[in-house]
Nanobody
Framework: QVQLVESGGGLVQVGGSLRLACAVSGRTFSNSAMGWFRQAPGKERECVAAISRSVGSTYYIDSVKGRFTISRDNANNTMYLQMNSLKPDDTAVYYC??????????????????????WGQGTQVTVSS
């Protein structure tokens, strides 16, 4: 059984940083593209960043480019999201997800929630002004 567990969320002031981690159990991690999604109250879930199986390619939503960095450690079945220069608009529940069906991490596939097979329970990120 595949399980994804997020950690690292919390309360931070504007301009601060947080590092989210997603630990994946089971054998699926190295064979899966991975993504970070977020959902704020009253808004649709959106893909913040995604990374290919081999770390060959990444995707970022425009609003986080230059501030967030996605990475993965295949040896330890863990994915990370380093978030810098945080803004109040970054406040949301952040979810990690795994996909066995995404071969190329490009817009249209990497940011499509329906293509992800496994999801974590989410971790709250709150940016206060």
């Amino acid at each position: 059984q595949v399980q994804l567990v997020e950690s690292g969320g919390g309360l931070v002031q504007v301009g601060g940083s947080l590092r989210l981690a997603c630990a994946v159990s089971g054998r699926t991690f190295s064979n899966s593209a991975m993504g970070w999604f977020r959902q704020a109250p009253g808004k649709e879930r959106e893909c913040v960043a995604a990374i290919s199986r081999s770390v060959g390619s990444t995707y970022y939503i425009d609003s986080v480019k230059g501030r967030f960095t996605i990475s993965r450690d295949n040896a330890n079945n863990t994915m990370y999201l380093q978030m810098n220069s945080l803004k109040p608009d970054d406040t949301a529940v952040y979810y990690c997800a795994a996909s066995k069906r995404i071969n190329y991490v490009v817009p249209g596939t990497a940011n499509s929630a329906r293509l992800y097979d496994y999801w974590g329970q989410g971790t709250q990120v709150t940016v206060s002004s």
